[in-house]
């Protein structure tokens, strides 16, 4: 008897189903993600079916017609007029295409293009058995020193795989910033992260310092990434969805009907409040920002110094966008919570960055806690909560990011026997040695403490008028005092080069490819043409200020 109730319930249950309704996906407006995963995944087919010899200038080749190809797709969006008029949510809400995540995305890949050429550089040190080498380990599964090492020097081998690993970051860059939805948003925070601990360990010198950093990396990543995914959690149960549009509602009170499933936690603000500061740690940890800035200076100082530099700028452009969408499109009904937090935040990142960099006897940590500190100043502009805020954000993220670039190229050149020297004391004299690479330094050093005719000037000038216009006229004191101490040591340094006398076993500067030139040839020019005459990319960055909902 049972067993026949049981089938006819069962056969009952299952309703006959027409059809599985297909996905609507506009390919078109999702071309420069798809051309760049397309190329990633091209990249590893590389690395499967061409001959070891042929693998290098095939990933370069792919690596840069990829980037190029998705930088026109966004640019011909951009004019078709997807960043303003047309601006709309895309592949079933999960993609918003509008003005700031196009604008982004531009930046994202001509940053992403500008730093490929750093990772491709293969002059900079000496041909090892005939072969010449790059910045990344001959083969990245083998141990620091061990006999299967130096068998893969002796044969010349190259990690060339980090082309598509750089690729599938970029992918990950690409949606962070116009993700619509929290899954969306938590998928491309891991497809970007995880690419990067696996470069931050490929450095070819001083490989067990590459290797702790990547491991410090991954073990404090996957922290932020578990305070993100709990955060998600909490406010799916808060509004009942992960759209960021229906959070956006129900924040505000303006929907009413309650999903039966939810009805013992839905619009319960303790969820809201926790939720969101969950959400905005794993952001704030990928910006930066003090308190969950710690990675930061090791990971800069033992990743490869290409790999610091994309990272430095692209990460930071793609988190931030983010972080402008959650805060503007999600949680505008939240800004009396979260804007004295994140006050607080930007205060002690703007200190904390500049007065620790002081100390500093490292070149590269001394620019990871420059990056700290420009973190804040860049908050001061989210935390303006106008118009003129997220333009102001989006032109500092352009103009900051290939001032970084630029700035971890030029620390790729000065060498001594032990690869690149990083350490301060070793910087004395180099003006005199080589007075064109400490010119070009100086002038990138300039940008960051925000000199008059460099962008670093223009863009904190954006920022600091768009906080105290915002009603933040207190950060913008904070800010300047800050922008003085971080000033004290970008001149040290400078005067360390030019006035110092240079010691007879100094490092030598070493004579780059055109790679490596056009690095820091495009990184100066874009510091000059935002500094002198910026009033175009301002338009545009304005333009493009205005979140699709």
Known sequence: MSATVVHSLWTKAVEPIDKVPAPHIEYAQLAPVLIVVGAAILGVLVEAFVPRKARYH??????????????????????????????????????????????????????????????????????????????????????????SEKAAVKAGFTTTEVFPLVLFAITGMLVFPAANDLLTLFVALEVFSLPLYLLCALARRKRLLSQEAAVKYFLLGAFSSAFMLF??????????????????????????????????????????????????????????????????????????????????????????????????????????????????????????????????????????????????????????????????????????????????????????????????????????????????????????????????????????KAAAEGGAGALVVVGVISSAIAAFFYIRVIVLMFFSEPKPEGPTVAVPSPLTMTTIAVGVAVTVVLGVAPQYFLDLASQAGVFVR
């Open 231 to 464: 955060g998600i959690a909490l406010l799916y149960g808060y509004s009942g969805s992960m759209s960021y549009a229906r959070i956006a509602d129900v924040v505000d009170g303006s929907v009413r009907t309650i999903d039966p499933a939810l009805a013992d936690t839905m619009g319960n603000d303790a969820l809201l409040l926790i939720g969101g500061a969950m959400i905005l740690t794993g952001l704030l940890f990928k910006v930066g920002a003090v308190p969950f800035h710690m990675w930061t200076p090791d990971v800069y100082q033992g990743a490869p110094t290409p790999v610091t530099g994309f990272m430095a700028a692209a990460t930071k452009v793609a988190a931030f966008g983010a972080l402008l969408r959650l805060l503007y499109v999600v949680l505008p009904g939240l800004s009396w919570d979260w804007r004295p937090v994140m006050w607080g935040i930007a205060i002690v990142t703007m200190l904390g960055g500049a007065i620790v960099a002081i100390t500093q006897t490292d070149i590269k940590r001394l620019l990871a806690y420059s990056s700290i500190a420009h973190a804040g100043f860049i908050l001061a502009g989210v935390i303006a909560t106008t118009p003129d805020g997220i333009s102001s954000v989006l032109f500092y993220l352009a103009a900051y990011s290939f001032v970084t670039i630029g700035a971890f190229a030029v620390v790729t050149l000065v060498r001594d026997a032990g690869g690149e020297a990083t350490h301060l004391s070793k910087w004395a004299g180099l003006g005199r040695r080589s007075p064109l690479v400490a010119a070009v330094f100086a002038v990138f050093l300039l940008a960051f403490a925000g000199i008059p005719l460099t962008s670093g000037f223009t863009g904190k000038f954006a920022v600091f």
């Open 58 to 147: 095939t990933q370069v080749f792919l690596t840069v017609v990829a980037l190029c190809a998705a930088f026109a797709a966004v640019v011909g969006l951009a004019a078709g007029g997807y960043g303003t008029t047309k601006a709309h949510i895309a592949a079933m809400g999960a993609i918003a295409v509008d003005g700031p995540a196009l604008f982004l995305q531009g930046t994202i890949l001509l940053a992403s293009l500008v730093a490929v050429f750093t990772f491709a550089e293969r002059r900079l040190d000496p041909e090892v058995h005939g072969n010449r080498v790059d910045s990344f380990a001959a083969q990245a599964a083998s141990v620091p020193g061990s006999d």
